[in-house]
């Protein structure tokens, strides 16, 4: 089964104990074991855009703000493709990310063709 690791990070990396070498060592070890589907990490998230669509149909495309206020962000994500939630979750704890005040969000990936 496919399940999606978000990985959320303090918006405050300063106080991170959490080394590049960590991210590297989990990346080879996630690879390593032959269930990665995908995985990205994203740009700051000053390069990000967001658009609503109103009742009306028109687009509004906030790039600078307003942003919610949030401790966190959404800083990149594994797909992984393992039996079951159990095998997700222990490969979600040893995520770097999960360190410093992050969060990894475990999602299954839905199969409309199942």
């Known amino acids: ?61 906030i790039t600078d703000g307003p942003f919610a206020e949030t401790h966190e962000v959404l800083g990149g994500y594994y797909v992984i493709d393992v039996p079951d939630l159990d095998v997700a979750l222990d490969w979600a704890a040893r995520c770097p990310g999960a360190l410093d005040g992050g969060s990894i969000v475990v999602r299954p990936i839905a199969d409309f063709g199942a």
Do not use: F
């Open 1 to 61: 089964m496919k399940y999606m690791l978000l990985i959320h990070s303090p918006a405050n990396i300063e106080d991170a104990t959490c080394t590049p070498e960590d991210w590297m060592k989990y990346d080879q070890e996630v690879q390593g074991a032959g269930i990665v589907v995908d995985s990205h990490s994203l740009a700051d998230l000053t390069t990000a855009t967001t658009i609503q669509v109103g009742a009306d149909g028109e687009r509004t495309i």
